[in-house]
């Protein structure tokens, strides 16, 4: 660890945190001719073999006198800015940003932006691939996938970012100006982080700052900022019903919708579910606003088979569909899967669930749980909580035990979910993780 006095920290850029957000922060910077200086409060933060010599290390702590003296802080999404270490420097004066503030500052192209609860990463590369398609030379970063900061160092410039974005990486973000900005939806999540439900809504909401146009859910209020209406800026809504982007029935499908008129049928696209259509149409809606040839992304929306471990099919056996919807973390995800799936469901429905519930309310989930599950397994760290909530339950000791009981009783026509409604973290290193264990422990059977 390099010593405090080995350096004067005036007027210095201060990343806090290493990691992969890190790291491509002093990428960017050392390009920029600035030599930053990095703090994490870890002992051994994952990237730390790669920093480049030249770029000081402090670790084990954030060392507030390093923050204090600092001109700007960058903060990395996973470390809240009302640390007190941050917000003591933030009220010294010290600006205090993330790397998606860094990154709009830069680009040259424009910028579609998209948060909310969940489908924000479905949403997010269907609309780069569609735009892809269409020919507009497009790149997806934020959130998932690529560092943003990352797309800007490439030989032939993109046309167009699309950006996942969420309520972390929004708190540090204030001059984003995206052509088309989206909250798709708002539920309980991350409780564990803001102080109540409205705090973390608002982060979220702070996406249609200064928006050329922005894109609501009809069916979800949450998804309206109530002083949108003051601003001179497009507005466009989706929905289950025939308004603005919808569904209507015609030729005796399912149609999306453009203002009560067809653009394609559902029975065209690979994706099911409701919560898809509406995902579908969300893209549809970003890329009118951002000028893209509706008639050229439709390839891309054809051929998109959606992402693993959202609603991913993993096999059928014996007449029995196993499904991974790992990456619902929350209540909202797993209830929106459950909701999208159930039509299709010919026999039973059988549900593992639990892990870490981050202090969220599983109450919306009960008359779901009581209706239209068979059984549901909870496991992990809110497991027992999770198994109260319904009697049609049952309190496993992991994800074998589930699937190994839940083998023994399922019948042709039946599906299996995986669908937590939970992070992973307290029994696996991420959501990946609990997924590609749920699809090894399924091809096994």
């Known amino acids: 660890m390099t010593h405090l006095s080995e350096r004067n920290m005036a007027d ?6 290493l990691g992969q957000t890190g790291l491509s922060c002093v990428r960017y910077f050392l390009k920029q001719g600035i030599v930053p200086v990095v703090v994490d409060s870890r002992d051994a933060p994952p990237g730390q073999d790669e920093l ?21 802080l960058v903060v990395s999404p996973g470390i809240a800015i009302a640390t007190p270490e941050i917000a003591a420097a933030q009220q010294h004066g010290v600006e205090v940003i993330g790397d998606i503030e860094l990154f709009v500052r ?20 269907l609309v780069g691939e569609m735009a892809n398609a269409a020919g507009v030379k497009t790149a997806i970063g934020g959130n998932i996938g690529i560092p943003a900061l990352d797309l800007l160092d490439v030989a032939e410039p993109y046309q167009l970012y699309v950006l996942e974005l969420s309520s972390f990486q929004l708190e540090t973000t204030h001059s984003l100006k995206a052509v088309a900005a989206t909250v798709l939806n708002v539920t309980d999540d991350h409780l564990d982080r803001y102080p109540d439900f409205e705090a973390y809504r608002q982060a979220k909401l702070s996406i249609y700052q200064d928006a050329q146009t922005i894109v609501t859910n009809r069916d979800d209020v949450l998804t309206v900022c109530a002083t949108q209406d003051n601003r001179d800026v497009g507005k466009h ?12 029935q015609q030729q005796g499908c399912t149609w999306l919708a453009y203002q009560g008129e067809g653009i394609i049928s559902a029975d065209d696209l690979q994706i099911t ?16 606003a951002a000028g893209v040839d509706r008639i050229k992304t439709l390839p891309g ?32 995800a797993t209830l929106a899967a459950l909701d999208g799936l159930k039509s299709s469901v010919k026999g039973r429905l059988y549900l593992i669930a639990g892990g870490d519930g981050k202090g969220a309310d599983f109450g ?62 307290d029994m696996y290193a991420n959501f990946m993780a ?12």
């Not at 210095?12 to 945190?17: E, N």
């Not at 809504?237 to 209507?248: K, P």
Request: neutral net charge.
């Open 12 to 17: 210095s850029i201060v990343i806090i945190g």
């Open 52 to 72: 480049p010599a030249q770029v000081r290390l402090y670790k084990g702590g954030l060392h507030p006198e390093i923050l204090l003296q600092a001109k700007q």
């Open 106 to 125: 830069a680009a040259k192209a424009p910028i579609i932006a998209i948060t909310g609860s969940n489908g924000k990463s479905t949403v997010t590369t």
């Open 237 to 248: 809504s989706v929905g289950a019903d025939d308004a603005d982007y919808g569904l209507i």
């Open 273 to 288: 579910g409701v919560h898809n259509l509406m995902n579908a149409l969300s893209a549809i809606a970003l890329l009118d």
């Open 301 to 332: 929306l054809k051929q998109f088979t959606g992402l693993a471990h959202r609603c991913e099919f993993i096999r059928k056996l014996n007449d029995v569909m196993w499904i991974n919807d790992t990456k619902a973390t929350n209540v909202g």
């Open 364 to 425: 919306p989930l009960v008359p779901a749980l009581r209706d239209d599950i068979a059984l549901t397994y909870c496991f992990g760290k809110d497991g027992v909580r999770f198994a109260g909530l319904a009697e049609n339950t049952k309190l496993v000791a992991d994800l074998d035990t589930a699937i190994a009981e839940i083998s023994q009783l399922v019948q042709p026509g039946d599906w299996v979910l995986l669908s937590p409604a939970c992070a992973s973290i």
């Open 434 to 445: 609990r997924g590609d264990h749920f699809r090894a422990l399924v091809k096994a059977l």
